[in-house]
């Protein structure tokens, strides 16, 4: 019993023993691998904010025009296929979380926000055949959609979007809120490019921040908000046209398919346009132009007969009328007769008094 009992406390300190000199040799592994395991996420984060720097780049100079047509189309589509595997990615590393707000994030995960817009204005730029159209306009509006969903979650932004809000009644079964009028619309678009514009300005003042102190971990931050809003504004935009462009798609998808008939064409004529101003000015100045005659010679005539300014051209007339013309007649021959002896008496004279011949005196 005595030596069963030593060789049980052998072999419990043999073990233990063994415990610790396998600890002893494998700890500078362990260490290792957890050193490694640390750099790769390091790396892997660094190879991550590299491909969507490099993302951003290209659809921004796809959006401003400054890469060709022909190369255009092939880098959008390597940036989707690049942004759709670093989607994967952020969702594998759990960078965000449905119980936290953006202030509560890490500065480093907010330009990942920016994922599901930059799909969406790369898919929206590209060029595809016209039956695919629609598929493509969809799949951009739901990345917009997911983009400002998330940013409305986290509390980024403030304003109501309207498809949450539709969800929201339909669901509740309220009836919806009537689309505002033309006016609220266009004062809430004023005011939306208002706001671009002081974005803008603050976004360039960060830049100039962050360029001044490279480590100055605030104003990145601002920064991400800052541009975080701007697309935000942005892609409710770009949503508006997005619409109007698959209503119309699907509409011109109808008509070739036979399922909507065109609108009939309605011939209306166009009433005259007259201004009131030009007419009144005509009323006191007249037409403008003189020499356009408005009524010809006979209705002016008959015009001033019938306001009694002129005589009716038979109410002078008597049954003696007759005898007076040729009485004028013959007063009007003998008249003649004394103007013809009158200018024979002149030639007459004319022939005995040259021209020159008055006064002669003192003059040779």
């Not at 189309?73 to 989607?87: G, H, N, S, V, Y």
């Not at 953006?102 to 920016?114: G, M, N, R, V």
């Not at 803008?200 to 100055?216: I, M, P």
């Amino acid at each position: 019993m005595p030596v069963a009992r030593a060789s049980v406390m052998e072999m419990a300190i043999f073990r233990q023993d063994v415990r610790i000199i396998f600890f002893i040799h494998t700890y500078p592994l362990l260490i290792f691998a957890l050193r490694g395991l640390k750099m790769s996420n390091h790396d892997d984060e660094e190879s991550m904010k590299e491909v969507l720097d490099h993302c951003e780049k290209v659809i921004e100079e796809v959006e401003e025009g400054k890469r060709s047509s022909t190369t255009a189309q092939d880098d959008l589509r390597d940036c989707i296929a690049k942004m759709e595997d670093l989607t994967r990615r952020v969702s594998q590393l759990c960078l965000f979380s449905d119980n936290e707000m953006y202030d509560e994030l890490p500065t480093a995960s907010l330009p990942y926000f920016l994922l599901p817009c930059y799909l969406a204005m790369a898919t929206n730029a590209l060029i595809v055949d016209r039956s695919e159209m629609i598929k493509y306009k969809e799949m951009s509006k739901a990345y917009f959609h997911d983009f400002l969903e998330r940013l409305s979650n986290y509390d980024v932004i403030g304003f109501v979007l309207p498809w949450v809000a539709k969800r929201m009644s339909d669901e509740a079964e309220i009836r919806p809120a009537r689309e505002p009028p033309a006016a609220d619309r266009r004062l809430i678009k004023q005011k939306r490019y208002e706001q671009e514009a002081a974005m803008k300005e603050a976004r360039e003042n960060f830049r100039y921040q962050l360029q001044k102190n490279n480590g100055d971990d605030n104003a990145l931050r601002s920064l991400m908000v800052v541009t975080l809003r701007l697309y935000a504004h942005k892609a409710m935009d770009t949503l508006n046209y997005l619409d109007e462009e698959i209503n119309m798609l699907e509409y011109m998808s109808k008509l070739k398919s036979g399922e909507e008939q065109p609108l009939p064409k309605i011939k209306s004529k166009l009433p005259t346009f007259i201004i009131a101003k030009s007419a009144e000015q005509k009323k006191v100045f007249g037409l403008g132009y003189p020499a356009i005659p408005t009524v010809t010679v006979d209705e002016w005539y008959d015009g001033m007969v019938k306001s009694g300014r002129f005589a009716q051209p038979t109410a002078n007339r008597v049954v003696g009328a007759p005898e007076e013309c040729e009485q004028s007649e013959d007063e009007d021959a003998g008249d003649d007769d004394e103007k013809r002896a009158k200018l024979q008496r002149w030639d007459e004279y004319k022939d005995d008094h040259r021209r020159g011949w008055g006064n002669m005196h003192n003059k040779g």
